[in-house]
């Protein structure tokens, strides 16, 4: 079973402030660093490092070949990856003193998908292999359809939540992976508990995972749901966090793992991704997850 991914691929640059910039401010940063980045790129960087056969599909720009670089070298698959005219897409970042995060998002490469693009990459998949999709590229609907015809499973993290998505069938989606503010954007309720309840009753036989922050995740399908608290680490940076557990909770789910046990590799990753700067830069190897002691996780 090979896993698809098909997403976006940024150059982050990130840069380190005592404050997040004020509407008519003017405000000096104290270092600025680039990265590879994008949530496409570190999802996949994350399910590589987790131990996943994965295929990672975008576009980049001119300057872009250093992305397809960090995909390779990250052991994930670059054959699907291909260079155009123009831009690749990237962030500005800024960090605070904190550790807490905003991002200004240029779409660049990952906004001119084409539908030929498209189908010469499904193409590539069979029936039974899976497709993970965020919501930095164009097409996303088209994507969708095609996979499913093609028999793909779909997870989708609905990541930025924006209009786009509303064209999407989400009938065809296998599982969610999302946070407790896309999880209010598509149901129109904001307690996690009405969240999970809504998408089980809209979408029957989907899965669920859904990320609370400081009060951990929750999986759900149809017949059982469990939890898992957050490891207390200190936070250097919280960039790129979420991508680690999508993809370190995938990757442990192709593996046989319980759900349990899946949330709980996921937000150690995650945890000791939050203790480092970058993005893909943070996303830790399965060995240092498997082996790294972590101070007792809070319970929710």
């Avoid at 906004?111 to 292999?129: A, P, Q, W």
């Avoid at 936070?235 to 759900?259: C, H, N």
Wanted: proline share 3%.
């Amino acid at each position: 079973m090979k896993i698809l991914n098909f997403g976006s691929l940024n150059l982050d640059y990130v840069y380190a402030v005592d404050h997040m910039v004020q509407p008519g401010e003017t405000l000096a940063a104290s270092t600025m660093e680039t990265y590879c980045g994008g949530k496409g790129l570190n999802q996949s960087i994350a399910l590589a490092r987790a131990g996943a056969e994965v295929y990672h599909a975008g576009l980049i720009g001119e300057e872009g070949e250093i992305l397809r670089k960090a995909v390779a070298d990250s052991g994930a698959d670059t054959s699907c990856i291909e260079t155009i005219a123009g831009k690749s897409g990237h962030t500005i970042i800024q960090v605070d003193q904190n550790g807490q995060n905003c991002i200004l998002l240029y779409g660049g490469a990952n906004r001119s998908v084409t539908r030929e693009f498209v189908d010469r990459v499904i193409s590539k998949f069979e029936r039974g292999d899976i497709l993970l999709l965020q919501n930095e590229i164009n097409e996303l609907s088209y994507i969708i359809d095609k996979a499913y015809e093609r028999g793909l499973e779909i997870i989708l993290n609905p990541s930025p939540y924006d209009q786009n998505l509303e064209g999407c069938d989400f009938g065809k989606i296998s599982m969610f992976l999302l946070n407790e503010i896309e999880g209010e954007q598509i149901t129109g309720v904001c307690k996690p508990e009405e969240i999970l309840d809504e998408l089980k009753e809209r979408f029957p036989g989907v899965k669920v995972v859904l990320t609370l922050g400081g009060q951990g995740a929750v999986y759900q399908d149809q017949e059982r749901c469990c939890r898992q608290g957050i490891y207390q680490v200190e936070a250097v940076d919280t960039t790129g966090a979420g991508d680690t557990f999508t993809g370190y909770f995938i990757a442990s789910m192709l593996q046989g793992k319980e759900p349990q046990q899946c949330l709980t590799l996921a937000a150690k990753a995650s945890a000791i991704a939050v203790s480092r700067a970058g993005a893909a830069p943070s996303i830790p190897e399965r060995e240092e997850v498997l082996h790294t002691d972590l101070a007792e996780k809070k319970e929710i």
